[in-house]
């Protein structure tokens, strides 16, 4: 996936979704050529972490923070009151393109929910008071730091690194 790199002097909504448009393609990027069965293996055995599940928990992210708390949407929950954070686990239908054309698409929507919407217009769901700019914030900071897990797993896997 081509990533167009951050603005270094733009507007804070440019410098923003930037970032975050920027680390969402290095999602992509990280798993890249893996096979399912790769993609879905634990390539450090004391982790559960696999490079699909983290793929999954951010389509998970994205929904929640962009399409059900800030914008209000009707949209299925991504994970259970058992898991309230989770969504890493892949289930036997789960494929890695899946998996990317799911996230991919969630990001889409993430978009266009925050592209009409100042950084200041609060969250509309019930029991939540955040502004855009903070969800944003907030998305550039958990993408990166899952952009860093899958830097380890994909140098476990197959000993590829970089950005």
């Known amino acids: 996936m081509e990533r167009a790199d951050p603005p270094q002097s733009g507007s804070e909504r440019e410098t923003l979704t930037g970032l975050l448009d920027f ?4 999602i992509v990027n990280k798993v890249a050529g ?3 069965e790769q993609a879905f293996g634990r390539p450090v055995p004391a982790s559960e972490l696999t490079p699909a599940g983290l793929v999954k928990h951010l389509t998970g992210v994205e929904r ?3 399409s059900i708390d800030f914008a209000g949407l009707d949209a299925p929950e991504p994970w259970t009151a058992d898991d309230p954070h989770g ?12 998996i990317v054309a799911e996230y991919l ?8 929910i925050t592209a009409g919407a100042e950084l200041g217009n609060r969250a509309k769901a019930s029991g939540f008071d955040f ?3 903070y969800a944003l914030a907030h998305m550039i900071e958990e993408t990166g730091r899952h952009a860093g897990h899958l830097d380890l797993l994909r140098e476990s896997i197959d000993g590829a690194r970089g950005e």
């Open 34 to 36: 893996l096979s399912d």
């Open 64 to 66: 929640f923070w962009f």
């Open 105 to 112: 698409a969630e990001c889409e929507r993430s978009r266009k």
């Open 23 to 26: 680390l969402r393609g290095t």
């Open 87 to 98: 969504n890493f686990p892949i289930g036997p239908a789960d494929t890695l393109a899946g």
């Open 131 to 133: 502004s855009l700019r």
